[in-house]
């Protein structure tokens, strides 16, 4: 089993097959438009574009279970990407990660890359642990995703290679894209 076996909907409620994407390198993100991360934006742009012409794609999974910082419809997510960060990658209709209404998707994600904790230089590492032990104290040792910008690397033949938190810098990620690229 890989990615290639799954199906989900784009942001107009089409169905795609993952098998679409079969040969590239995939970065699958769930994001929102009003998290303290949402201007990682920026930089998920930018290596886009830097390795697009490569075989590189971002497959991004909007998702409200976050502090409810995915407000609005996909078409709203969609204008929002597109006038404030200039969004060309695609983004997929609104979606759940956690719990029994997990996209089966991220279900098979999280069951190949389990947490592996924030980097603890970033800035917002103690909102995060705050949050997270008051809601779940058992956080660390399960492979739920804990919040918004959480990212799965993917090779050419749709394995999960790595899991990157949230607070993971993206230069790391860039370097790991390389490497598969």
């Known amino acids: 089993m890989n990615i290639y076996d799954f199906n989900v909907n784009d942001a107009y409620g089409t169905e795609v097959s993952l098998s679409e994407y079969a040969g590239n390198v995939i970065l699958i993100i769930n994001s929102a438009t009003k998290c303290g991360f949402t201007p990682q934006y920026d930089e ?97 040792s399960n492979s739920e995703i804990k919040w918004n910008f959480t990212k799965f690397l993917i090779d050419r033949n749709g394995s999960v290679v790595e899991r990157f938190e949230p607070t993971t810098d993206i230069a790391v990620i860039e370097s790991r894209i390389q490497e598969l690229l």
């Open 44 to 140: 998920l742009q930018d290596l886009y574009e830097k390795y697009s012409n490569d075989g590189f794609i971002i497959l991004d999974f909007p998702c409200n279970q976050f502090g409810h910082q995915a407000p609005g419809t996909n078409e709203e997510i969609i204008s929002f990407c597109d006038s404030r960060y200039g969004i060309t990658f695609p983004i997929f209709s609104k979606i759940e990660v956690n719990g029994s209404n997990a996209l089966p998707l991220y279900k098979y994600l999280k069951s190949q890359k389990s947490f592996t904790g924030f980097d603890p230089n970033h800035p917002l590492t103690p909102m995060l642990y705050s949050a997270l032990s008051r809601t779940d104290p058992d956080y660390a």
